[in-house]
């Protein structure tokens, strides 16, 4: 998504589904919002495990991404979570590794 779309879309994340009028969503109701969300999360953790981190929702409108050490941080949306990751590791973490894809690959397999 461009940059104007995400700043005229509203105060929500482009990736949420969000059930307002003029915005098309198959999940119109909390509950399926919700577990659209908790989909998006699993999704994360599989990756973060990885570098032996956490990511857990936060009453649906943030997240809170843990390490194993107990390093914490609020991350407001997606967008944010690779870099807050980066942050609290103190390296660069790269969801499109070549040794991560192979790991989650063997995992899968």
């Not at 779309?5 to 999940?27: K, S």
Request: one cysteine or more.
């Amino acid at each position: 998504m461009c940059a104007l779309c995400g700043i005229l879309g509203g105060t929500e994340h482009w990736t949420d589904a969000v059930a307002r009028p003029g915005v098309f969503t198959r999940n119109v109701d909390a509950a399926a919002r919700r577990r659209e969300r908790m989909k998006r999360v699993a999704a994360a953790n599989r990756v973060l495990a990885y570098y032996r981190m956490n990511l857990a929702d936060w009453h649906g409108s943030a997240f809170i991404l843990s390490t194993a050490t107990g390093k914490t941080e609020i991350v407001d949306d997606l967008a944010h979570l690779w870099m807050a990751a980066e942050r609290l590791l103190g390296r660069p973490c790269d969801p499109l590794d070549a040794e991560l894809i192979a790991v989650m690959e063997r995992e899968l397999g």
